[in-house]
T-cell receptor
Framework: GENVEQHPSTLSVQEGDSAVIKCTYSDSASNYFPWYKQELGKRPQLIIDIRSNVGEKKDQRIAVTLNKTAKHFSLHITETQPEDSAVYFCAASISGAGSYQLTFGKGTKLSVIP | ETGVTQTPRHLVMGMTNKKSLKCEQHLGHNAMYWYKQSAKKPLELMFVYSLEERVENNSVPSRFSPECPNSSHLFLHLHTLQPEDSALYLC???????????FGPGTRLTVL
């Protein structure tokens, strides 16, 4: 089955700096890679996702890159703000009808220091 | 409340108790999930229901018993749990064929 490794487990940055979280996956058939943000005491929420037919996707201060050959993908947050402090989870799955298994990484606790 | 709701939000139970967790989704989705979230571990998928039929069961102990009476409701029946079962139990839903899963707020379960 799929295995997703996520690094680092904790990350502290100064407000305004950039943050990068990296994930690797094992199943070359995986083609859908979402990132979820979970604030303290709240539910995980999808913030961005990428599919294997693209190498990069951006949404304002958030971007995700995918290297299919190396089987790794990364989340980039620029100009970090205190409200970016949360736990971020990467995941991988095989997209399509009949497929439901999202395999998650262990999470990265991001702290943005004002 | 819109989206995915879960009740109760907090539950403390003894090892001999029987309790149930409830999940309801108001998004018109046809797939529902139970996840377990423990400290310093990845989210673990426990059960998946699609169109009210169980499609995945990831080697979960029989002391956890799911029920999906319709596409909007999902239950997790608990009996004779162990202290290591203490965790946050998250429900999620999605539309079959689409990838994004929407999570509920979770039930924080403590087994004494």
């Amino acid at each position: 089955g799929e295995n997703v490794e996520q690094h680092p487990s904790t990350l502290s940055v100064q407000e305004g700096d950039s943050a990068v979280i990296k994930c690797t996956y094992s199943d070359s058939a995986s083609n859908y890679f979402p990132w979820y943000k979970q604030e303290l005491g709240k539910r995980p929420q999808l913030i961005i996702d990428i599919r294997s037919n693209v190498g990069e996707k951006k949404d304002q201060r958030i971007a995700v890159t995918l290297n299919k050959t190396a089987k790794h993908f990364s989340l980039h947050i620029t100009e970090t703000q205190p409200e970016d402090s949360a736990v971020y989870f990467c995941a991988a799955s095989i997209s399509g009808a009949g497929s439901y298994q999202l395999t998650f990484g262990k999470g990265t606790k991001l702290s943005v220091i004002p | 409340e819109t989206g995915v709701t879960q009740t109760p939000r907090h539950l403390v139970m003894g090892m001999t108790n029987k309790k149930s967790l409830k999940c309801e989704q108001h998004l018109g989705h046809n797939a529902m999930y139970w996840y377990k979230q423990s400290a310093k571990k990845p989210l673990e998928l426990m059960f998946v229901y699609s169109l009210e039929e169980r499609v995945e069961n990831n080697s979960v102990p029989s002391r956890f018993s799911p029920e999906c009476p319709n596409s909007s409701h999902l239950f997790l029946h608990l009996h004779t749990l162990q202290p290591e079962d203490s965790a946050l139990y998250l429900c999620a839903s999605s539309q079959s064929g689409l990838d994004e899963q929407f999570f509920g707020p979770g039930t924080r379960l403590t087994v004494l």
